[in-house]
T-cell receptor, first 113, second 113 residues
């Protein structure tokens, strides 16, 4: 069974650029959640996708957008990057009815200069 | 809204010492409660969980009991090892279909030999 994978591992961008982060969910998991973890902080919920539809969103501006594909993999897109977007971006997958357990990928470290 | 308050770190202990990391929460209804661990350079891993009042979650010598009356879910271990050095996060999931997790800020634990 393959776990949750994320790409790229690290990324450096400049202010104003756009970035796409990718996540492959664990086999059979149809729900993907994205979190932003700033240095020294707990993760903050960005949004969740269930069967290709957005299923909840945290307090993030519209320049954070997402997509889920038929194979349940997912993308997080961030437009007009700001310095404060520098963080570790975590993807987690889960299956409804498994008592809420989410499985996390290793994350993508984004640095905005 | 739902929130998690976690004991601030860093916590530094000697090997074989007793560990307690406090976690309290605010939520409506009956949330599920979790402890996640993040080892250096790695992603988040579920350590233990409890889904109803008075449940005790346990794993790898760690324990936490869901206390509805005190809205707490304190993490304990009787004898820590150097390999337990990591950041520990308390999290909750509220009632409902949205599977987003609300996180504490994390507590860094360093265990010295």
């Amino acid at each position: 069974e393959t776990g949750v994978t994320q790409s790229p591992t690290h990324l450096i961008k400049t202010r104003g650029q756009q970035v796409t982060l990718r996540c492959s969910s664990q086999s059979g998991h149809n729900t993907v959640s994205w979190y932003q973890q700033a240095l020294g902080q707990g993760p903050q919920f960005i949004f969740q996708y269930y069967r290709e539809e957005e299923n909840g969103r945290g307090n993030f501006p519209p320049r954070f957008s997402g997509l889920q594909f038929p194979n349940y993999s997912s993308e997080l897109n961030v437009n007009a990057l700001e310095l404060d977007d520098s963080a570790l971006y975590l993807c987690a997958s889960s299956i409804p009815g498994t008592k809420d357990e989410q499985f996390f990928g290793p994350g993508t470290r984004l640095t905005v200069l | 809204g739902n929130s998690v308050t976690q004991m601030e770190g860093p916590v530094t202990l000697s090997e074989e010492a007793f560990l307690t990391i406090n976690c309290t929460y605010t939520a409506t209804g009956y949330p599920s409660l979790f402890w996640y661990v993040q080892y250096p350079g790695e992603g988040l891993q579920l350590l233990l969980k409890a889904t109803k009042a008075d449940d005790k979650g346990s794993n790898k010598g760690f324990e936490a009991t869901y206390r509805k009356e005190t809205t707490s879910f304190h993490l304990e271990k009787g004898s820590v090892q150097v390999s337990d050095s990591a950041v520990y996060f308390c999290a909750l999931k509220g009632a409902g279909n949205n599977r987003k997790l609300i996180w504490g800020l994390g507590t860094s634990l360093a265990v010295n030999p």
